[in-house]
Nanobody, 120 residues
Framework: QVQLVESGGGLVQPGGSLRLSCAAS????????MGWYRQAPGKQRELVAV???????NYADSVKGRFTISRDNAKNTVYLQMNSLKPEDTAVYYC??????????????WGQGTQVTVSS
């Protein structure tokens, strides 16, 4: 069983910054890709950014140049630094991790979500 604990959401003015954190824990073999997704009201959940265990990253076009994803493998934690925030970034942000269990089965787990609201 994998647990993901997210933190760092909140209310920020346009142009501001926030940093999200997601700490993963569980009795598993290895955490692989970790990423952030978001879901705005009335819209489908979408990928924001993903990072491999080796540090390769991929971003949605809408956040490139403004958001930075990083991870600390020793702490099993993934971060999302969000700068130059826009009202359209308002959404619930979810952390997701892929992992291998001790049977080497590929599984994934989601966090509970953290609200990010960008408004003046």
């Amino acid at each position: 069983q994998v647990q993901l604990v997210e933190s760092g959401g909140g209310l920020v003015q346009p142009g501001g910054s926030l940093r999200l954190s997601c700490a993963a824990s569980g009795s598993i073999f290895r955490f692989n890709d970790m990423g952030w997704y978001r879901q705005a009201p009335g819209k489908q959940r979408e990928l924001v950014a993903v990072i491999t265990r080796g540090g390769n990253t991929n971003y949605a076009d809408s956040v490139k140049g403004r958001f930075t994803i990083s991870r600390d493998n020793a702490k099993n934690t993934v971060y999302l630094q969000m700068n130059s925030l826009k009202p359209e970034d308002t959404a619930v942000y979810y952390c997701k991790t892929d992992y291998l269990d001790y049977g080497f089965r590929k599984e994934d787990s989601w966090g509970q979500g953290t609200q990010v609201t960008v408004s003046s």
